[in-house]
Nanobody, 126 residues
Framework: QLQLVESGGGLVHPGGSLRLSCAAS????????IGWFRQAPGKEREGVSC????????DYAGSVKGRFTISRDSAKNTVYLQMNNLQPEDTAVYYC???????????????????WGQGTQVTVSS
């Protein structure tokens, strides 16, 4: 059974860092596109970052570029989101999702992703 499990969320002060993990089970992340998304209360879900397993190509939302880094560990079948210099506006539930498509790019639109994790809460507050 295909499953994605996020972890690593928590409470952090502004300027702090967190690393989120998205562990896949029941399938391999090879030949997929993996995305990180977030949803704050009262707001729509938005794309944060994505990575193509085939090419390693990544993309980032403008609001996180230079602060967040997505990476993938094939051996652990896990994707990470390193988040540095976190700010209160980064507070949200963070989700990972996969697109069961092998291509060289990736897409930050939530609409194209087919399977989602349960989410992990990130709260940035002083």
């Amino acid at each position: 059974q295909l499953q994605l499990v996020e972890s690593g969320g928590g409470l952090v002060h502004p300027g702090g860092s967190l690393r989120l993990s998205c562990a896949a089970s029941g399938f391999t992340l090879d030949h997929t596109v993996i995305g990180w998304f977030r949803q704050a209360p009262g707001k729509e879900r938005e794309g944060v970052s994505c990575i193509s397993s085939r090419s390693g190509r990544t993309d980032y939302a403008g609001s996180v570029k230079g602060r967040f880094t997505i990476s993938r560990d094939s051996a652990k079948n896990t994707v990470y989101l390193q988040m540095n210099n976190l700010q209160p506006e980064d507070t949200a539930v963070y989700y990972c999702a996969i697109q069961l498509l092998s291509w060289d790019g990736c897409n930050l639109s939530p609409k194209v992703y087919e399977s989602w994790g349960q989410g992990t809460q990130v709260t940035v507050s002083s």
